[in-house]
């Protein structure tokens, strides 16, 4: 945790260096954002298949790939800790999350494996709105 401290630090350097530049300078996305990336681009691979621009191969791949991540919730947004470190993370958000993203991506798994085209839509926009949207849409604190 002791990067964390860091890393605002090395954003300011990197905007007095030279607004936006990228190169060495530029700060690493943090653990967190990574995961984040992963799981959009696994939401997106899905909603493709949906609209016919990849295979369910493809869409069962970035389901399980998604399932992965769902389980490192716990390790990367620990309750207690997110709390100190996100300003809008309570650590009830944060179980509740852990518990949601899990939940929704084993059901998307099961809907893409089952290539049943209505419940893969319906499972999918569940997991974007009470999974990722435990943290990304505002009702709970
Ligand atoms: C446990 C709460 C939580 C859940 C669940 C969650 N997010 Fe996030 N998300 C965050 C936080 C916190 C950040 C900011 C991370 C950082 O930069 O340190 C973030 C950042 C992001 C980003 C920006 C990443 C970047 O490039 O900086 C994207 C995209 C994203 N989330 C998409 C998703 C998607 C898609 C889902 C569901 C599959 C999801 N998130 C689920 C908390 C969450």
Not at 30 to 50: G, S
Not at 65 to 75: G, I, N, T
Request: glycine share 8%.
């Amino acid at each position: 945790m002791r990067l964390r401290a860091t890393l605002p630090i090395l954003a300011s350097l990197a905007l007095l260096a030279g607004c936006g530049e990228t190169g060495p300078g530029t700060p690493q996305p943090t653990p967190q954002a990574v995961a984040m990336r992963h799981m959009l681009a696994d939401i997106n691979q899905i909603r493709a298949y949906l609209y016919g621009s990849a295979s369910q191969a493809q869409a069962s791949g970035a389901a399980s790939d998604l399932a992965s991540w769902a389980k490192q919730v716990p390790a990367l947004f620990p309750p207690e800790l997110a709390s100190q470190e996100y300003v809008d993370m309570s650590p009830e958000r944060a179980r509740a999350a852990n518990a949601a993203m899990n939940t929704n991506a084993a059901l998307l798994l099961a809907s893409v494996q089952s290539g049943n085209q209505a419940a893969i839509a319906d499972q999918l926009a569940a997991t974007e709105k009470n999974g990722c949207g435990t943290c990304h849409l505002s009702g709970i604190k």
